[in-house]
């Protein structure tokens, strides 16, 4: 794609990045035939290749107005596209720098700013989450049911571990995870001290996701530093890794050196952290896990999943039949999940900012998660699991789980819950 950017954008720190990024796509169309927003709108400016034009065209030096920062907020940053894309253009990177760049130029509209703004205010937060979380439950049947389908009843969780372990990795607590599924990091710390190592926790708190995405990316910035000086002091006292349950996080948090690259105080800091940033299936595989189990293991009470791997997972982070090696191993079968690399809609807050595309997308994923007849759908990513949760006819659980309570041969039943 040939380039004519202004001068103010071929001298900023970005630039060069950017005309690389536009000049390696060749209009081929790839991305289009997997983009859930296109797929479903059928406007070209809702897929990529229409996105990348409308972001050329801004740095060209015309005008842009709100039906461009439209198209662009539709987008669900799923980047299946960039899976798809035989050019290898790093889509989500430019969509990053144009998002924050029409940001700051434009004023969105009251209602919307809002929005975005009470989104931010609260959620990053565990207090206020865990605050607005009890007033959900007392009133429920008054909310709307985009808010209600998302509000779990109160989980009590087993005891966390006592870290006793020469071995230790520290866990990414996250911002409403705790509040929403507590389960999750209690069972990943259950298994890791099996495996002779103890999972540290933590300050709770945002790893800057949910600033970055909704055009906040100052503040973002500055969440990812104060993550990294809660870090810091485990880093320099042998903690090995960082183990991150919810692979939207992990997509940011790998993402810590490149996004803070140009900062003199933090750059090789926040290297280190992504250097040190796992998914908690890659530590489980580099374990060998599967050496806990008996020889002769007892079936498991739930035996067919349906695996849903999210796409900050599978298109962001490139990490691809982990899961699926690791639930096969513990005796899970999975079941057949056609096109398992389209976005459910959840997306972050996604979910609650354009519920007419996140609906019919979360639709169409639980028809083929459902299709096999799954005892269970298993997912790697709160926002995701949450999202589906709220619509579907049976449980849906952060795969780790029922590794924990396969090791805990414990029986695997769970009931919905999930307002309604």
Request: overall charge positive; glycine content about 6%; charged content about 20%.
């Amino acid at each position: 794609m040939k380039t004519a950017l202004t001068e103010v954008v071929q001298q900023a720190t970005w630039g060069k990045e950017v005309n690389q990024i536009l000049r390696a796509c060749v209009h081929c169309g790839f991305c289009t035939a997997v983009c859930p927003t296109y797929q479903l709108l059928g406007n070209e400016l809702d897929s990529p290749r229409g996105r990348i034009y409308l972001i050329k065209s801004f740095l060209e030096g015309n005008p842009v107005g709100l039906e461009t920062q439209c198209h662009l907020d539709r987008c669900l940053t799923c980047r299946a596209c960039e899976t798809a894309c035989p050019s290898g253009v790093q889509y989500g990177r430019l969509l990053d720098i144009g998002r924050n760049l029409i940001e700051e130029q434009l004023s969105r509209p009251l209602k919307p700013r809002l929005w975005r703004w009470l989104l931010r205010t609260v959620l990053p937060y565990p207090r206020r989450v865990n605050t607005l979380l009890d007033l959900g439950r007392l009133f429920h049947l008054i909310l709307p049911k985009i808010l209600r389908e998302k509000i779990p009843p109160f989980i009590k969780t087993a005891n966390w571990p006592v870290p006793n372990h020469i071995r230790h990795m520290m866990v990414l607590e996250g911002c409403v995870q705790p509040s929403l599924a507590p389960t999750i990091n209690v069972a990943t710390a259950r298994i890791l001290d099996r495996l002779g190592i103890s999972l540290l926790q933590t300050s709770a708190g945002c790893c800057g996701a949910l600033h970055y995405h909704l055009g906040a990316q100052a503040e973002a910035l500055n969440q990812m530093r104060r993550m990294i000086d809660e870090w810091w002091p485990f880093l320099e006292t042998g903690t090995e890794a960082i183990v991150i349950t919810a692979s939207g996080c992990g997509t940011l948090v790998k993402d810590y050196g490149y996004l803070l690259r140009d900062d003199p105080e933090y750059a090789d800091k926040a290297a280190r952290v992504s250097e040190l940033t796992f998914d908690i299936s890659e530590i489980l595989i580099k374990e060998n896990i599967s050496a806990l189990l008996p020889s002769t293991p007892p079936p498991p009470s739930i035996k067919k999943v349906a695996l849903h791997i999210p796409c900050s997972l599978q298109h962001a982070q490139k990490q691809n039949g982990l899961i699926e090696s690791l639930l096969t191993q513990f005796g899970f079968e999975l079941t057949e999940v056609a096109d398992n690399s389209t976005c459910c809609g959840s997306a972050g807050a996604y979910s609650i900012l354009y519920p007419m595309i996140s609906q019919p997308l979360r639709e169409k994923k639980l028809a083929v998660l459902q299709a096999g007849n799954p005892q269970i759908i298993a997912t790697a990513n709160i926002g995701c699991q949450l999202h589906l949760q709220g619509q579907s006819l049976i449980p849906v659980r952060h795969w780790i789980e029922l590794i924990a309570d396969r090791l805990d041969n414990r029986l695997l039943v769970w009931q919905k819950t999930t307002y309604h």
